[in-house]
């Protein structure tokens, strides 16, 4: 099992930005693809952005494409999102996922996800 946290969220005015942050412990984090979802209210779970195990292979939505940045830190099992210029239709509830073996931004690819972070961009 591989269990997965999420921090960072918070209030932010539009045009502001934060930064997640998804740790991850149990089993060896090693060779898993992460991925960072959200879920506004009303709303389906959309994908954001996902990275491979080496950093080497990234996606992003085209909605945050140039706002958003992932990246990870395999030595600290931490995976990281970085949102800039926020705005209010960024406001959701932020996942991390983990993916063994497989790399896309299909929520049905990912094994493991976390409770998930609010955020919450004031227009």
């Known amino acids: 099992q591989v269990q997965l946290v999420e921090s960072g969220g918070g209030l932010v005015q539009a045009g502001g930005s934060l930064r997640l942050s998804c740790a991850a412990s149990?089993?060896?984090?090693?060779?898993?693809?992460m991925g960072w979802f959200r879920q506004a209210p009303g709303k389906e779970r959309e994908f954001v952005s996902a990275?491979?195990?080496?950093?080497?292979?990234?996606y992003y939505a085209d909605s945050v494409k140039g706002r958003f940045t992932i990246s990870r830190d395999n030595a600290k099992n931490t995976v990281y999102l970085q949102m800039n210029v926020l705005r209010a239709e960024d406001t959701a509830a932020y996942y991390c996922?983990?993916?063994?073996?497989?790399?896309?931004?299909?929520?049905?690819?990912?094994?493991?996800w976390g409770q998930g972070t609010q955020v919450t961009v004031s227009s």
């Open positions: 996922a983990a993916a063994s073996g497989k790399f896309g931004a299909q929520a049905v690819l990912y094994d493991y």
């Open positions: 149990g089993r060896s984090f090693t060779g898993y693809a």
């Open positions: 990275i491979s195990w080496t950093g080497y292979s990234i």
